[in-house]
């Protein structure tokens, strides 16, 4: 696992979108993202939309795959992850709007797994993976226990998930109890995996996810078993990784041709 360490979190949305542009720009223009909600990589999508507007990035056929969806949100519900992905990551990257997926919480929720897991073989598959991780190490809504080789399909949310989400809802009553998630068997599929997190709140997380054993405890500990897999983070989410300094000279040591324009 490659392991970015930044002085702080506006560094890592500029590095995270780096490495995401750098692999985006490898594939070409028809590009397949996929796409994490929450706070973690909404300066990630801003700085990706800097680069597209100011032309060094083209996203111009991309397409977009979210990570998951509350069930039972309407479409349109603000707090919905499909409503989400359209404000923080099709409008401002100037995605095509039919090109971008959402797994189905609201409509057939029973054939939605199967639906999403199609959809995305028929894409070809996901380019690059952006992930953020649950104080509980969770990637996607893939609570601690889940199957390490899942596939999207129907979760309960952990109690503190919805208490971390609750701040996006009026109160916890209101997060929704099940959601609808790429399994990681699907995540693990993607050709490439950045996950980004800042903030001491993440500390345990991380430092379970890369130097902990891979267990369905810490799901986001999966990654160690991908090819291609870098987390972007900054001092704070670093603290508890004990070999933070050899992170930082294998980095600082990165070839021409691999480092990253920020
Ligand atoms: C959301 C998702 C989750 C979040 C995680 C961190 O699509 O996949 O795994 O990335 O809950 O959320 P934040 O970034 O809000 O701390």
Redesign the pocket.
């Known amino acids: 696992m490659e392991v970015i360490i930044c002085p702080d979190a506006a560094q890592v949305g500029r590095v995270g979108a780096a490495k995401v542009a750098q692999i985006a720009a490898k594939v070409g223009p028809a590009v397949v993202i996929g796409?994490?909600?929450?706070?973690?990589?909404l300066s990630t999508y801003q700085e990706l939309a800097r680069l597209v507007k100011s032309g060094s990035l083209d996203l111009s056929q991309a397409s977009a795959f979210?990570?998951?969806e509350y069930v039972g949100l309407p479409y349109t519900h603000p707090e919905s992850?499909h409503d989400t992905i359209r404000r923080t990551v099709t409008e401002p990257l100037g995605l095509d709007p039919a090109r971008v997926h959402v797994p189905d919480g609201f409509g057939d929720t029973q054939t939605a797994g199967e639906r999403y897991e199609a959809a995305i073989k028929a894409a070809g598959g996901v380019d690059v993976q952006i992930?953020?991780?649950?104080?509980n190490g969770?990637?996607?809504?893939n609570e601690p226990s889940s199957s390490l080789s899942s596939r999207t399909r129907i979760k309960t949310l952990a109690s503190r998930?919805r208490e971390?989400?609750a701040r996006f809802f009026d109160s916890i009553d209101q997060v929704p109890v099940h959601c609808i998630?790429q399994g990681l068997g699907t995540i693990l599929d993607a050709r490439n995996a950045v996950l980004v997190?800042t903030g001491e709140?993440?500390a345990d997380a991380v430092a379970a996810i890369v130097e902990g054993p891979v267990t369905a405890m810490c799901p986001g500990s999966v990654l160690q078993l991908h090819q291609h897999a870098t987390l972007v983070i900054d001092e704070a989410a670093a603290s508890k990784l004990t070999m933070s300094g050899y992170y930082k000279t294998v980095y600082a040591s990165l070839p021409d041709w691999q480092r990253l324009d920020v």
């Open positions: 796409v994490a909600t929450g706070s973690s990589p979210a990570l998951d992850y992930l953020g991780s649950g104080s969770h990637i996607g809504f998930t971390d989400n998630t997190a709140g993440k």
